[in-house]
C-alpha cells in the first residue's frame, strides 16, 4: 500500500508539479531577457522594441520546445499564463503602485484578483463533455476514437441511448442528431467529446465548449482590460518619473522590468483583441471555430449546387444553425448560468 501510495505521488509530481516548475523557470528567463530590450535597446522605437521582443519570444519558445525533446518533460501552458501574470501584478505592486491614484490602484488590483478567480474557474471548468453515443459520433464527427476514453458526466440529450448499451444502431441516429446534441464533436487533445466544442484551448489547458464558451470569453475580455489598464498605469509611472527621456543605461532593473512588462502586455493585446473579434463573429452567426476550420468533415455544412448541366455538383458552406444574430446570441448566452456558478464557486 505505501508503494502504490509512494507511486501515485510521484505520477501527481510529475504531471502537474514538474511542469509548473518548468514553466516557472522560463517566466523569469523570458522577462529577464525582455527587460534587456530597453536596457540596450532604448533608442529604438516603439514598433522596433515590440518587434524585438516578440523575436526574442519565439526564440525562447523555440528553445523550450527543444528542450521539451531533450529531456522529454513539458512545461505547463497554463502555468506559464499565471505566473507571467504573477509576475507583472509583482512589478505592479513593487514598482508602479507607486505613482497611481488610491483609487486606481483598487481597481486594478480587483481587476487582477478577479482575473484569477476567471483562470481557475475556466481550468477546472466542464466544457460540456459527454459519455454516451461513441459509435454514432463516430460517423460525424470525422475522428477515430479507437484510442479515446470519454469521462464525462453528462448524457446526450435527445438521444435514445440507454446506459447498458451505448450503441446507436443508423436508423437511431437521424432524431438524434435534430436537437442541439448535433454539435457534438472529437477533441484530439483530451481525447473525448465535447458538446459545443469551439476549439482546444493550450493557454488555459481546456477544451472551450457549450458549458465555458461564455466563461472564456469574460475571461478573454477580461485579460484585455487588465493589459490596457496596465498600459495606462505604465504612462503615469513614465510620465512622474521621466522614464522615456533617460537612456538605456540609467535605467535601474526595476525601470527596466516595468518597460519590458509594458511591452509584454501590448504584444498580448495585438493577438488577443483580434481573436476576441474573431469569436464575437462566431457568436453573431453561430458558428464554432473548429467547423469553421473543418466544415467539409461535417455533413451539415455542406450544400450541393449544380453549376452546369452533366456536370458533378460543388460543394459550398451553408451554416444551418444561424438564426439570425439576436436568436444566434440569446442561445450562446444559454451557459450563463453555468459559468455564473462555476465564478461563485471559485469565490467560496
Known amino acids: ?75 505547463s501552458a497554463p502555468a506559464f499564463v499565471l505566473f507571467n501574470t504573477l509576475f507583472i501584478w509583482g512589478v505592479y505592486i513593487v514598482v508602479v503602485r507607486q505613482a497611481i491614484s488610491y483609487l486606481t490602484d483598487i481597481v486594478f488590483n480587483v481587476e487582477l484578483a478577479l482575473l484569477m478567480i476567471g483562470l481557475y474557474s475556466i481550468i477546472c471548468s466542464d466544457p460540456g463533455l459527454v459519455i454516451h453515443g461513441y459509435s454514432c459520433l463516430e460517423k460525424f464527427s470525422g475522428s477515430a476514437v479507437t484510442d479515446a476514453k470519454p469521462h464525462s458526466k453528462e448524457k446526450l440529450s435527445g438521444s435514445v441511448l440507454d446506459d447498458e448499451n451505448p450503441t446507436i444502431e443508423t436508423e437511431e441516429v437521424i432524431p438524434f442528431l435534430e436537437n442541439s446534441s448535433r454539435r457534438v464533436r472529437f477533441c484530439k487533445h483530451c481525447k473525448a467529446y ?7 484551448c493550450p493557454a488555459f489547458g481546456n477544451c472551450i465548449g457549450k458549458k465555458n464558451h461564455v466563461l472564456f470569453m469574460v475571461l478573454l475580455v477580461g485579460f484585455i482590460f487588465v493589459e490596457a489598464s496596465y498600459i495606462v498605469c505604465f504612462t503615469r509611472f513614465t510620465t512622474r518619473y521621466q ?68 456536370a458533378s455538383p460543388e460543394t459550398k458552406f451553408r451554416n444551418p444553425y444561424d438564426k439570425g444574430v439576436l436568436g444566434n446570441i440569446m442561445e450562446f448566452l444559454t451557459s450563463l448560468q453555468y459559468s455564473t456558478s462555476l465564478m461563485l464557486t471559485a469565490l467560496v
Open 1 to 75: 500500500m505505501a508503494t502504490l501510495g509512494l507511486e501515485k505521488h510521484m505520477t501527481v509530481s510529475s504531471k502537474f508539479i514538474i511542469p509548473s516548475l518548468i514553466s516557472c523557470v522560463f517566466v523569469f528567463l523570458s522577462q529577464f531577457a525582455l527587460a534587456m530590450i530597453p536596457r540596450y535597446f532604448a533608442s529604438y522605437s516603439l514598433i522596433a522594441k515590440l518587434a524585438l521582443s516578440a523575436l526574442l519570444l519565439l526564440v525562447i519558445a523555440g528553445f523550450g520546445r527543444f528542450f521539451r525533446r531533450l529531456v522529454g518533460v513539458y512545461a
Open 194 to 200: 465535447i458538446k459545443g466544442f469551439d476549439h482546444h
Open 243 to 310: 522614464l522615456m527621456d533617460k537612456t538605456g543605461l540609467e535605467f535601474s532593473l526595476s525601470s527596466n522590468f516595468v518597460i519590458s512588462t509594458m511591452i509584454f502586455t501590448l504584444l498580448q493585446m495585438l493577438w488577443q483583441v483580434p481573436f476576441l473579434l474573431w469569436h464575437i463573429y462566431c457568436i453573431c452567426f453561430n458558428i464554432k471555430t473548429d467547423e469553421w476550420i473543418n466544415w467539409r468533415k461535417y455533413p451539415e455544412f455542406h450544400l450541393l449546387v449544380q453549376c452546369q448541366e452533366h
